[in-house]
């Protein structure tokens, strides 16, 4: 069973301070994603990459930073965070690549910010 | 959205019924994929369906895909209180996209 680790499973934040959000997966895929989750929007792809070292911008971006040290982990990064940020954010990597992916999702972290 | 949308955002119904969500989206797929998420949960994937297949069963779970009117369905016959779930439809929308792209998901209720 593949697995995806997210820490925390829930953060409060105060608007302009910096959040991390870490995720680590075990199954040696190459690709991670990292999504939010918001009532009424599904999820929505923020970041994602193909490998340690890499990082693609999603369809919203904005205001979100990510890094790939290693295969292993992959974080998300708010350097300032603000109330709109408040969400549920959700790791998932895959490792088969092309059309067949499947993404194997962690359980996510409930954000705050005040 | 252009990727997928599910036609309908909120189900109840009672253990035992079968049920039908469907999902059609604006751009061209060869590959749905339909992923289930419990409370409190990440999603998880219940089935990979691609163009030349049409229709793909697993156990309890039947998925239809039809390019030409650009749709997605997935049925679950004999429902349980354990099926209460958000159900998403995932169409491929290739790798310089970031792959999969989720709708906002049905809510389904089983009612034991």
């Known amino acids: 069973e593949a697995a995806v680790t997210q820490s925390p499973r829930n953060k409060v934040a105060v608007t302009g301070g910096k959040v991390t959000l870490s995720c680590n997966q075990t199954n040696n895929h190459n690709n991670m994603y990292w999504y939010r989750q918001d009532t009424g929007h599904g999820l929505r792809l923020i970041h994602y990459s193909y490998g340690a070292g890499s990082t693609e911008k999603g369809d919203i971006p904005d205001g979100y930073k990510a890094s790939r040290p290693s295969q292993e982990n992959f974080s998300l990064i708010l350097e300032l965070a603000t109330p709109s940020q408040t969400s549920v954010y959700f790791c998932a990597s895959g490792g088969q690549g092309g059309s067949a992916e499947t993404l194997y999702f962690g359980s996510g972290t409930r954000l705050t910010v005040l | 959205s252009q990727w997928g949308e599910e036609n309908l955002q909120a189900l109840s119904i009672q253990e035992g019924e079968d049920v039908t969500m469907n999902c059609s989206y604006k751009?061209?797929?060869?590959?749905v994929q339909w992923y289930r998420q419990k409370s409190g949960k990440g999603p998880a994937q219940l089935i990979l369906?691609?163009?030349?297949?049409r229709e793909k069963r697993s156990g309890r779970l039947r998925a239809t895909l039809d390019t030409s009117s650009q749709s997605s369905s997935l049925s679950i016959t004999g429902t349980l209180a354990t099926d209460t779930a958000v159900y998403f439809c995932?169409?491929?929308?290739?790798?310089?996209?970031?792959?999969?792209?989720f709708g906002a998901g049905t809510q389904l209720i089983v009612i034991p």
């Open positions: 751009t061209y797929t060869t590959v």
């Open positions: 995932a169409p491929d929308r290739g790798s310089a996209l970031g792959r999969l792209h």
């Open positions: 369906i691609r163009s030349n297949e």
